[in-house]
């Protein structure tokens, strides 16, 4: 079948977004197919509509107005190179599918707003292989050139790609009805954003929405943490309101453990390095809950108890989310209080030991030899004793949550650089080993490899 689009974005004030044109092509053509996700959103003959990928189908486009603070800076954004075709629905649910470096926007502050085929390329991999980690992700349904040149540092071949997104609300978005516009917005806009993520809310119980919210992001965090994930811009625009991961730009996964470890290029100070992320998660459900004090309360500071007393739980909302999911990464089925040593002596070892967070944990799965882990191991096999657990019981289960495949950044930066030769089988081969990351095809093995790298890895956000 088709799209099935609808658009209830509109129903919002006008001041959130703004009608916008097609967008101008010499040639398009769609290089990257999703075809599991088409498949999931039934949408398989769309493949041949090369037009409507490119963002240069004439139809009724819209971008989206947000705020934000960028590295700790309040700033007016927006969609500045995206545009969103409408929302899909299929089989009760409704998706956001947008196209990103589709051209310029009334947001684009200067911008041509089109992005090279790399980074649309790189977010693609990507955020399919967090997909296939199961950690709620945006999706990248297709990459589609256009047959025009981007300017950057040097001349790119333009791209677009299409995202499928629960929504692409964001923390931003509500800083800006609060601080562009005014309390009616920011009411209006809670209400359509908890009948879209969270139905089951009665209507105005906003303290119950900031908690939902605040639980979904401090479960995403605990979630990236658990597999090394560095997303290395949490910026408030970049923190969705249903809990998905969104803007894959200069994000990279661990290999050695290094828990001050960040890899863009455009963090300085290392704002978000690895440790870090947990609380700037709190930082900027900070920033969500400043927007929301006029709906809780006509009194500032009974408003401002109410939501603080919220948001001292989560703290314990992510280290709850942490230790569960470090409990299965050990194989353990039940909870004793020495549990957060293990895992924490466990990685202090680690990075001591410059060990590959992955293959650390996936070797303990199957039961590799690890040079030096002896006494570690011993306190872990005793730990296993005392829930009565075998420690070949206990890896058959860590088999199915650590991961002996991620998208390293070694092959992901080469699967990019065939990309842009015009090669897309290094990139269906890697997408097609990190869809499934848990059992791996013999020929896929090489990508459990870790890279043997000199310097520091660094990554661009690709605007």
């Not at 960028?70 to 409408?86: E, K, V, Y």
């Not at 992955?358 to 730990?383: P, V």
Request: a negative charge.
């Amino acid at each position: 079948m088709s799209f099935n689009f609808e658009t209830t974005y509109t129903a919002l004030p006008p001041t959130f977004f703004r009608e916008v044109s097609e967008n101008r092509v010499k040639e398009s053509q769609i290089i990257l197919w999703n075809k599991r996700l088409a498949e999931e959103l039934d949408v398989e003959d769309e493949y041949a509509n090369t037009a409507l990928f490119a963002g240069a189908q004439p139809r009724d486009y819209i971008t989206q107005a947000y705020a934000g603070h960028q590295f700790g800076n309040f700033t007016m954004l927006g969609d500045g190179r995206a545009m969103l075709i409408g929302e899909h629905v299929h089989q009760n649910k409704r998706v956001d599918v947008q196209l990103k470096g589709s051209g310029r926007t009334p947001y684009s502050r200067g911008g041509d707003g089109r992005a090279g085929i790399g980074p649309m390329v790189r977010e693609y991999i990507i955020s399919e292989a967090m997909n296939g980690l199961r950690i709620p992700t945006t999706r990248s349904l297709a990459v589609t050139t256009t047959g025009l040149p981007v300017y950057r540092e040097e001349v790119q071949q333009g791209a677009v790609l299409t995202r499928i997104a629960a929504s692409h609300l964001r923390v931003g978005t509500f800083q800006y009805a609060r601080h562009m516009v005014d309390e009616h917005a920011v009411r209006e806009l809670a209400d359509y954003a908890m009948a879209r993520h969270y139905a089951s809310l009665e209507k105005g119980d906003y303290i119950g929405f900031f908690r939902a919210v605040m639980r979904r992001q401090a479960q995403l965090i605990a979630q990236w943490q658990l597999v090394g994930f560095v997303h290395g811009v949490m910026n408030t625009d970049n923190m969705t309101i249903s809990g998905e991961t969104i803007d894959y730009g200069p994000c990279a996964f661990l290999d050695v453990f290094h828990a001050d470890q960040f890899f863009s290029s455009i963090d300085q100070q290392g704002r978000y390095r690895y440790s870090q992320q947990p609380a700037i998660g709190g930082w900027n459900l900070t920033r969500f809950a400043e927007t929301l004090l006029p709906l809780i309360d006509d009194n500032e500071e009974v408003a401002i108890a109410a939501l603080e007393e919220v948001l001292m739980t989560y703290p314990q909302v992510f280290g709850d989310a942490w230790l569960a999911g470090m409990r299965d990464k050990l194989g353990l089925a039940t909870a004793r209080m020495e549990d957060r040593n293990l895992a924490e002596q466990l990685l202090s070892w680690m990075e001591a030991n410059q060990a590959d967070f992955t293959e650390t944990f996936r070797a303990l799965s199957e039961g590799k030899a690890i040079t030096g882990l002896a006494e570690w191991q011993k306190q872990w096999e005793k730990r296993l004793e005392i829930e009565g657990t075998t420690v070949e019981a206990a890896q058959q289960c860590m088999r199915r949550v650590n991961p002996a495949i991620i998208a390293r950044n070694y092959y992901v930066e080469a699967a990019i650089q065939d990309a842009e030769a015009g090669n897309m089988d290094a990139v269906e081969m890697l997408v097609e080993a990190l869809q499934n990351p848990y059992e791996v095809k013999e020929t896929h093995q090489h990508f459990r490899t870790p890279p043997t790298m000199q310097n520091p890895y660094v990554t661009y956000c690709g605007t």
